[in-house]
């Protein structure tokens, strides 16, 4: 008999993808954030949201890992 790993469910799904939203969103926000005080708020913004980007992709992994 195989043992089958845990399945997906429709939480996991979505909780996986609001997590990775949420970091996204947070670190484009201190980008802007930045970017307003020192005057350079589009290239600091975009930077927010490239480094939020793959940082919630290593957030997700590193949660849902068991899964």
């Known amino acids: 008999m ?3 790993g845990p399945s997906f469910t429709g ?3 979505a909780g996986a993808g ?3 939203l949420s970091v996204n ?8 954030a930045i970017g307003a005080l ?5 290239p600091l913004l975009l ?3 490239a480094v939020g980007f793959f940082l919630g992709i290593s ?3 590193r949660r849902f890992r068991d899964l």
């Open 11 to 13: 939480r996991d799904v």
């Open 2 to 4: 195989t043992s089958q």
């Open 47 to 49: 930077a927010g949201f």
């Open 59 to 61: 957030v997700v992994v």
């Open 18 to 20: 609001m997590l990775m």
């Open 25 to 32: 969103l947070a670190l484009t926000g201190v980008g802007a």
């Open 38 to 42: 020192v005057g350079a708020l589009v």
